[in-house]
């Protein structure tokens, strides 16, 4: 089988199409021939070796979170997928141990980790992360829902998002902005988001952003977003200077949740104007597996369509990434092997 491994950490160029041998599933595995894989900055930030839980020994390595496609083989134990079913995995990679897989959530495992190996022709799997596919959703359109998709449904019930809410996207065009605003839109909340480029706005407003801020500089945004209203909750996937900006406009009493940091690891914020104002601030990770099932039902009623930007071949992964690296997208870049 073909694969997309990073060989060298040098960003997009270091991906390489190799050939591996086509692996047998374990008795609580299954192999998925992969029809689509998107890609996200998580995988980005392994090929610009940003991420120090891999080195050179890790070489070569399969990037690759999400992805669908069809059963292809199961293990001896496996009974609730067969050959010819199709299938959305789950990325969530968990112990099944810990007081939080036990009791729940199961993304505040304590040794939660992710599954990587979607970039390729075929994939190993647990059984167990599996979640079949209505015949009326694409598995491109599944292929876009674990990480982004997942991680904004998440922070949005996080903030406990109802109608009427007013929800602030710092960096709507990204992948967890883009899903916010449409599950923002389908939850009956109102969204105001920033973007860098008006063109990129532009497409956000067709898919649901109800007020666009054409900028980034955090007192030029705060003024904007206070002519708009006060927000109840604010979706940070930025992290940075972005963190005290998203406290300052959110109203008392609010909910800003914490998925990333792309704009700075750390933050510098005013403690006293957390806890005068009842402010509160919430650290979130991907989701959890039934949420994900919600997502694919809503695909499937036809409520939410997930925004593709565009999709590339495997022998073009190195592009996709360059594409990502370069932001030159809006939505969800999907490989399709």
């Excluded at 979607?118 to 009326?136: F, G, K, Y």
Aim: proline share 6%.
């Amino acid at each position: 089988m073909r694969v997309a491994a990073l060989t060298e950490f040098t960003g997009p160029d270091g991906i390489s199409i190799l050939e591996r041998p086509t692996p047998d599933p374990g008795p609580d595995e299954v192999l998925v021939t992969v029809e689509a894989a998107s890609i996200n900055h998580h995988d980005l930030w392994i090929l610009n070796g940003a991420d120090t839980r891999y080195d050179t020994e890790d070489l070569p390595f399969v990037p690759g979170l999400d992805l669908a496609g069809e059963v292809r083989a199961v293990g001896d134990d496996v009974t609730a997928v067969e050959p010819g079913d199709r299938v959305l995995l789950c990325p969530n990679q968990t112990c099944g141990t810990c007081r939080f897989c036990r009791e729940g959530p199961e993304n505040r495992c304590e040794s939660f980790t992710l599954f990587h190996g979607s970039l390729a022709e075929t994939a190993l799997v647990d059984a167990n992360r599996l979640i079949e596919l209505p015949e009326n959703v694409s598995s491109t359109e599944a292929a876009a829902l674990p990480t982004a998709y997942l991680t904004a449904y998440h922070m949005l019930r996080q903030a406990a998002v109802g109608p009427g809410d007013l929800v602030f996207v710092p960096g709507a065009t990204g992948g967890v902005g883009v899903a916010g605003v449409q599950l923002a839109d389908i939850l009956g909340a109102r969204t105001v988001g920033t973007s860098s480029s008006r063109s990129k706005l532009d497409r956000m407003k067709a898919i649901g952003l109800d007020h666009a801020i054409h900028g980034t500089d955090p007192d030029d945004i705060r003024a904007a977003v206070r002519e708009v209203g006060t927000p109840d909750a604010v979706l940070n996937h930025l992290g940075g200077e972005y963190t005290q900006l998203g406290l300052d406009v959110l109203r008392r009493g609010g909910r800003m949740v914490v998925c990333g940091g792309t704009a700075g690891r750390y933050s510098e914020i005013d403690v006293p104007g957390i806890f005068l104002k009842h402010k509160q601030l919430i650290g979130s990770t991907m989701g959890t597996q039934p949420e994900l099932s919600t997502l694919v039902e809503l695909v499937a009623d036809g409520r939410l369509t997930p925004e593709i930007d565009e999709t590339y071949p495997l022998a073009a992964t190195a592009d996709a990434f360059d594409a990502m690296q370069n932001r030159t997208s809006v939505g969800k870049i999907v490989v399709t092997p």
